[in-house]
């Protein structure tokens, strides 16, 4: 977090609201400008200037081409890597930098970015544009290279849009933020060309094509007529060759980069999902003569690892986004580690301008899903990008002769608590933390961390002794209850659903005849829960009748989430095998949206899956501009009319019933709204910008209702207002970037922690239903930024059920409450850990899913020795 204040208005619309916004709350006293950290360019500068020589000293090297070196110097000299090795010298004024306990690595390569690309990435008119060129419009004052920089990310593959069979022509740039575009772009890495399959090219209905067959027909069309233009040129050639005249033929660009692909000096990297159109694409490039560079994206590339190997192509994946359209519904974690074992050089990148800032966590996943090693997992984000891109000669890897581009972390980059703190660039630094260490404010308020007390609204051991059915005890393994200290070699005894017994392994009695699991080696957890999502409301994002969070109309408060749930959905299965059991599930529409539930992650019907039903009212409050008030606001009037609307109704029945007078005529929307109105139920909020939580939570105490914020993602703005207000968030996902240039890069990052440390209450959403999963890891990476690592675990265990008013019952290991806990063989939130098993509602649940499955058939087809070797 860099620690500034603003001091200078930029142009520029969001500059401008910014400080308008800024002056606003000043004055309403809702923040001192002193306590906002900003980041502008001057704070970009790294301190450390090396002129392309220095020493990196002591750190712990992992090279992505010959292992792990450990406490070894690396030598720089004119941006190169002159020398490795222990107790290496500088050179006279030479800069050195101190890396001892620390990790450096190859910097990491996106094989697939839009980032810094100005006027758009689609030339989408007509059906082939390989003449037009990314390089034309690179720009160097995109701030994504920056926050990429702040990843460890050192070069990436900029390629044209996907809404053509046959795109433009890519650029391969080096991350030197603002430095000239000309020192931007990376010398002699060969000219590539985007190509897409799938949906994406087939979705206008202006032009041809509109199926996967018309795809195919103008790729071969257009190769077909790359080779008479050969031909033409060849034959023009050798006329000139003779010594005779001719008439040279008309210069075609777009045909003279398909010529160039035949020919082998022009590279294909193919946007692509289903396995059919992979293979589609490997018999054309057969029929022509060349081969695929790289598949892009390739989701479905495990099932047809063998074909892409044979072909030689190499693949460039996502590490787990799934569902958000159909082509994408049998994507799997293992994919990347299906392909490696089949020989195929994979790498991971980013398509994002967020995921970009954290490719070593995504590498992590290849250990986590398909158990690769450390090198092999490094190189899907470092050596074998470089390869794809032809570019492996100078980087991808740390070894003498190389180019210096390097990133250092201050913990291993596979772990989720870990921070790129240097990028170096031909051996120049150009991205520095500037604060090594976030201290915490110590504002006087007692921390929401782990309390050394028990939760006092839990069920009492006495009210356990009816509890009937099978017993199930974990023994001698490490407990953490979340409420209290960790108890080792400590004993979890299940009964009825229900913990009936929690501590030490001496001092509890294990019921005769209870099924054992060997707890030796072993941690228990409760069972996280996230605090946002839509799962069991959606199942694939772009299908419109799979989608059931949103419905028409703007004022819902009789919509209940819980009847819809889709008990049998896969994303369910998905999300639980990671050791969430729990998760609130919200509607999204309209400005009063319906009403939320709590449900576990396992039940035979939606009935057995609810924890808590109706849990909340989803409520969405305009976001107004910096200069206008909420109580002027017409939509807002309309809202206080209706919450009025259901006091004076909800009044009326309760006179009649009271009287014993029939009342008036039953209206079930504000039958529905009067608990929340009446401040009974809590109401979620979704607001994220600095004013609209502000907003918000003005307007809701103001007219006695109990809000949370949904979203939070400015909330380190004012987290001491909302701490003073004691109003919970629900923030997330931590995963995501500022909504202002000038916002430290990391405030995503470390916006729990300086809630935290104000004293906030706040849990964790991923607000996705596809990767509710990756709810760890959001988690984690809160901590690697300032919040507590047990604070962490706590935001998505018993803070969680605070908020949502379940802690009697979810949260912690202690007797009396619902047995949902996860058996780890260590840290639930870093990446490595493996769930041995979970329990929801006191039964086991299965760690299968149609992840796990698919990944199960398709290990068959590799060859044997592939299947159990480990890289």
Known sequence: MVGRTYRQAERGSPMKQWLILLLVLVATGFVGAQELPT?????????????????????????????????????????????????????????????????????????????????????????????????????????????ALAGGVTAANLLHGSANPIGGRNAVIRLKYKHPVDDIMFPGAPLGVKFALGENPKRSRQRFPNTRMGVEAVIRR?????????????????????????????????????????????????????????????????????????????????????????????????????????????AIPYNAALMTRAGIVTSLNSDSGEMVRRLYHEAAKGMKYGDLSEEQALRLITLNAAIQLGIDSRVGSIDVGKDADIAIFNKHPFSVYTRCEMTLIEGEVFFERTDREIEPRNLGVEPIGIAAKETATAIRPASLRNLTGPSHAVVGATIHPVSREPIENGTVVIRGGRIVAVGPRDRVSVPEGATITPGDGLHVYPGMIDSGTEIGLTEIGSIDMTQDATEAGSFNPDLRSWIAINHDSEMIPVTRVNGITSVMSSPTGGQIAGQASLIHLDGWTREEMIVKAPLALAVNFPALPPDRKWQDDKRVKELINWIERARRYDANVREAKSAGQRGPDRDVMLEELAPYANGE???????????????????????????????????????????????PSVIGPVLATPYYPHDPYDAAFFNASVLHDAGAKFAFQTDDASNSRNLPFHAGMAAAFGLDADAAYRAVTLSAAEIWGVEDVLGSIDEGKIADLIVTDGDPLEFRTKIHEIFIDGKPVG?????????????????????????
Not at 102 to 122: E, L, Q, R, W
Not at 688 to 710: S, T
């Open 39 to 147: 980041e502008l360019d001057e704070d970009r500068v790294p301190q450390t200037q090396t002129g392309g020589d220095c020493l990196i000293r002591g750190g712990t090297v992992l090279t992505a081409s010959h292992g792990r070196l450990e406490g070894v110097d690396i030598l720089v000299r004119d941006g190169k890597i002159a020398e490795i090795g222990e107790d290496l010298s500088a050179d006279d004024g030479m800069t050195v930098i101190e890396a001892a306990g620390k990790y450096v690595i190859p910097g990491i390569i996106d094989c697939h970015s839009h980032m810094a690309i100005s006027g758009g990435v689609n030339e989408g008119t007509v059906a082939i544009t390989s003449e037009v060129r990314i390089a034309d419009t690179v720009r160097n004052d995109d701030l994504t290279i920056y926050r």
């Open 222 to 330: 257009a190769f077909i007529e790359a080779r008479h233009y050969q031909t033409e040129w060849k034959e023009y050639d050798a006329t000139i060759a003779k010594g005779e005249k001719a008439s040279a033929p008309r210069r075609d660009l777009r045909l003279e980069t398909l010529s160039g692909i035949i020919e082998g000096t022009v590279l294909v990297h193919a946007h692509c999902y289903r396995a059919d159109e992979i293979l589609m694409l490997i018999r054309i490039a057969e029929e022509f003569g060349f081969t695929v560079a790289t598949f892009q994206h390739v989701l479905e590339g495990y099932k047809v690892a063998p074909e892409i190997a044979k072909h030689g192509a190499g693949a460039s994946t996502f590490s787990d986004w799934w569902a958000y359209k159909i082509e994408a519904y049998d």
């Open 681 to 727: 139920r809590p109401i979620i909020f979704p607001a994220n910008r600095q004013k609209h939580i502000v907003d918000v939570v003005d307007f809701a105490l103001e007219n006695g209702l109990r809000p949370i914020i949904r979203g939070g993602r400015e909330a380190w703005k004012v987290a001491d207002y909302l701490a003073k207000k004691g109003v």
């Open 847 to 871: 760690l299968e899913s149609k992840h796990t499955r698919l990944y199960e058939r398709y290990l068959k087809r590799l060859p044997k020795a592939s299947r159990t070797e480990r890289f």
